[in-house]
Nanobody
Framework: EVQLVESGGGLVQAGGSLSISCAAS????????IGWFRQAPGKEREGVSC????????YYADSVKGRFTISSDNAKNTVYLQMNSLKPEDTAVYSC???????????????????????WGQGTQVTVSS
């Protein structure tokens, strides 16, 4: 059974940093992508970042590029999202999700589509105060 468990969310002041984790189980870290998505109240879910587990390629939304860093520890089956220079508009529930990528031909487009992901974690709240 595939399971994704996020942790590390919390309250931080604007300009601060926070690291959240996604511990995965039930599949091997090979032809999959793990993406981070966020959803703020009253807003649509948006893709934040993604890592391709097969080759380590990473993708970032323009809104977080240069501030957030995604990484994976394949030995621990865990993906991390380091968030620096946080802004109040980063406040949201952050969820990780896993997608099989063996059939992906255009990862740069597909990583942002929630329907491409088969399993989701329960989410962790990140709140940035001004």
């Amino acid at each position: 059974e595939v399971q994704l468990v996020e942790s590390g969310g919390g309250l931080v002041q604007a300009g601060g940093s926070l690291s959240i984790s996604c511990a995965a189980s039930g599949f091997t870290f090979d032809d999959y992508a793990i993406g981070w998505f966020r959803q703020a109240p009253g807003k649509e879910r948006e893709g934040v970042s993604c890592v391709m587990l097969s080759d380590g390629s990473t993708y970032y939304a323009d809104s977080v590029k240069g501030r957030f860093t995604i990484s994976s520890d394949n030995a621990k089956n865990t993906v991390y999202l380091q968030m620096n220079s946080l802004k109040p508009e980063d406040t949201a529930v952050y969820s990780c999700a896993v997608a099989p990528t063996s059939t992906w031909k255009s990862p740069s487009k597909l990583v942002w589509i929630p329907d491409e992901y088969d399993y989701w974690g329960q989410g962790t709240q990140v709140t940035v105060s001004s």
